[in-house]
C-alpha cells in the first residue's frame, strides 16, 4: 500500500501560485472591455461626441478625451498591475458613473443588461481594488 504525503508549505505555496495568477488573468479579462471600449472612442470620435452630447452631457469633446484616456489608460495599467488599487478604483467609479448616465433606460432590456453589466463589472473592480494585483504585476502585492 503506497501513501501520499503533501507538505503543507508546498500546498501552499502552489494555492498561492495559483492565486496569483487567477489575480492577473482576472485584471486582463476585466481590462479588456475598458482599452477595447477607449480605442473604440478613438477610432469613432464624432460618433462618440454625438452619443455623448444625445445623454445630455456637457463639453461632449473633452469627456471623449478623458473617457478615451480612462479606458486605455486605466485598462493598461490594470493589466500591468500598476497602481492597481487606485486604478481599479477609478475604473470602478467610471463604470457606475456611465451605467447611471448612459444606460438607465430599465425599460429597455439591452440598456438594462449594459446596467447591471457595468454594476457587475465595478464590483469585480472593487475586488482587484481590495485585494491588490498579486505577485504578477508591478505592484507585487
Known sequence: MTTTTV???TAQTSESATGHILAAAGRVLIAAIFILSGLGKIAAPDATIDYIASAGLPFAPAALIAAALIEVGGGLALIAGFRT???A???????????????????????????????????????VAAFG??????DRR
Open 133 to 138: 494585483s498579486g505577485k504578477i504585476g508591478l
Open 85 to 87: 488599487r487606485i486604478v
Open 89 to 127: 478604483l477609478v475604473l470602478a467609479g467610471f463604470s457606475v458613473a456611465t451605467a447611471l448616465a448612459f444606460h438607465a433606460h430599465f425599460a429597455d432590456q439591452n440598456q438594462f443588461i449594459h446596467f447591471l453589466k457595468n454594476l457587475a463589472m465595478a464590483g469585480g473592480l472593487l475586488q
Open 7 to 9: 507538505n503543507a508549505a
